[in-house]
Every structure is written in C-alpha cells, then in structure tokens.
C-alpha cells in the first residue's frame, strides 16, 4: 500500500504540468476588425432582397438573431458565415473584409 503512494506521488500533478505550459497574457489584444463588415453584410443581404431568416437559411445560421448582431457590428461572423454570404452575393471574402474596396 505505501508502495502505491509513493508512485502517485511522483506522477505531476495537472497543477505543475499546467506551469510548463505557455498561456497568454493577462491583457487583452483586441485584434483588428474590419470597420465597414456589418455594413456589407446588411447591403449585401438587401441587394440580394432577402430578410434576415431567409439568409440565415442559406448560410447555415441557426437562427436569424445570430445575422443580426453581424449586421449591427455586435457580433463577429465566422468565417463558414463570411464564406456563404461572399456565395450567396458572388462576391469575394476579400471585398467583404477589405475597407478600402467596396461592394459592386
């Protein structure tokens, strides 16, 4: 029985293993995000004469409160989002991310 002890003991606990490992730092970096997205989003969706549950649809959006945080700039859309409205618009993701180029 001291035997088993002794072996449990010597394994690292998750606590020093987690020491070794890199973690970020406490400050939070915001990354840079496209100033103009969420206006491109709205344009793009009424261009195309579709409502905000109809694109949802189409981009595989669970729920159409999800597309309206995209287009008010609260919420960031993944990248499968960005892909299926850059599909639905015939557009490129580049166009939808870029400020300097604006939509056709």
């Known amino acids: 029985m001291v035997r088993a002890r002794t072996k449990r003991a010597q394994r690292p606990s998750s606590k020093s293993a987690h020491k070794l490992v890199r973690t ?16 491109k ?3 793009l969706r009424e261009g195309l004469e579709m409502s905000q549950g109809d694109i949802a649809a ?7 409160a999800s597309i309206s945080g995209y287009e008010r700039g609260e919420r960031e859309p993944p990248l499968p989002v960005l892909l299926g409205y850059a599909r639905l618009g015939r557009v490129s993701v580049e166009r939808l991310i870029d400020d300097e180029l604006d939509l056709p």
């Open 24 to 39: 970020r730092p406490n400050s939070k970096r915001k990354r840079p995000y496209p100033l103009k997205l969420a206006d």
């Open 41 to 43: 989003l709205r344009q």
């Open 58 to 64: 189409k981009v595989g959006v669970k729920d159409r």
